[in-house]
C-alpha cells in the first residue's frame, strides 16, 4: 500500500536521552516535513525538506534534527535540549515544489517522557 | 502576517443535524491556498479538500460542502445530516505561493461531537 508509514507510535523517553522518530512514504513524494502537535493547539511546523540532502527549519527547530539522505525518508531526532518533547509528532509530504500541492500526512506518533 | 482563526473549540450536535465549522483566514498574498484536515481520534490527519485563492466556487462533496468567500476572507465548512462518525477535530489550514516559505498555517482546530 501507498503512503507515509510512521514508526514508533508511542515511545517514551527518559529525560536527557535523544530519541529518532521515523519517517518513510513511497509515494514518491519530493517534498517531508515534520509537524508537531500539542493538546488543544494546532499544528506547528519543525522541520521540511524539499530536496534530497537539503532541508529548512521550520518555526520550532530548537531542539531538534532531521536528515535527508533518501528521497523516501525523513527521520526527526529529538534532542535532549528539546525542553518540553512530550507532544504528538507527524510527518508529512508532497509532491512536487509547487506551493499549493496538497500535503499528507502520516498516522503520526506519540512521544512521552518520562 | 499569515494567521487561520477557528474561533469554534468545540462544537456538540445530535446526529442529522446541521453543522457549520467556521475558518477566517489573514494573509497578504495574492496567490495562497486553503485547506480543511480531518483528525478522527486514531490521530492522523484526513485531507479533505484544497482551495485556491483564484477559483470561489463553492464546492459539494456528497454531505461536505465549503464555502469560500474572500470579501470576508473565510472558508467554512457545512457537514449536512451529521453523522457519529463526523466526529473529529477538523482543522483550516493555509499555505502561501511561495517556494520560499513551504509550509501550513494551521487554524487551532474546532472538535466537533456528533452524539446519537
Known amino acids: 500500500d501507498g503512503g507515509i508509514t510512521q514508526s514508533p507510535k508511542y515511545l517514551f523517553r527518559k529525560e536527557g536521552q535523544n530519541v529518532t522518530l521515523s519517517c518513510e512514504q513511497n509515494l514518491n513524494h519530493d517534498a517531508m516535513y515534520w509537524y508537531r502537535q500539542d493538546p488543544g493547539q494546532g499544528l506547528r511546523l519543525i522541520y521540511y525538506s524539499q530536496i534530497v540532502n537539503d532541508f529548512q527549519k521550520g518555526d520550532i527547530a530548537e531542539g531538534y534534527s532531521v536528515s535527508r539522505e533518501k528521497k523516501e525518508s525523513f527521520p526527526l531526532t529529538v534532542t535532549s535540549a528539546q525542553k518540553n518533547p512530550t507532544a504528538f509528532y507527524l510527518c508529512a509530504s508532497k509532491f512536487g515544489r509547487a506551493p499549493g500541492n496538497t500535503i499528507y500526512f502520516g498516522e503520526g506518533s506519540w512521544l512521552t517522557v518520562v | 502576517a499569515q494567521k487561520v482563526t477557528q474561533a469554534q473549540t468545540e462544537i456538540s450536535v445530535v446526529e442529522k443535524e446541521d453543522v457549520t465549522l467556521d475558518c477566517v483566514y489573514e494573509?497578504?498574498?495574492?496567490?495562497?491556498?486553503l485547506f480543511w484536515y480531518k483528525q478522527p481520534p486514531s490521530g492522523e490527519l484526513v485531507f479533505l479538500i484544497r482551495?485556491?485563492?483564484?477559483?470561489?466556487q463553492n464546492e459539494i462533496s456528497g454531505r461536505y460542502s465549503w464555502n469560500f468567500q474572500k470579501s470576508t476572507s473565510s472558508f467554512n465548512f457545512t457537514i449536512t445530516a451529521s453523522q457519529v462518525v463526523d466526529s473529529a477535530v477538523y482543522f483550516c489550514?493555509?499555505?502561501?505561493?511561495?517556494?520560499?516559505?513551504?509550509?501550513?498555517?494551521f487554524g487551532t482546530g474546532t472538535r466537533l461531537q456528533v452524539f446519537p
Open positions: 482551495r485556491n485563492s483564484f477559483d470561489e
Open positions: 494573509t497578504r498574498d495574492t496567490t495562497y491556498y
Open positions: 489550514a493555509l499555505s502561501e505561493g511561495s517556494r520560499v516559505t513551504d509550509k501550513l498555517i
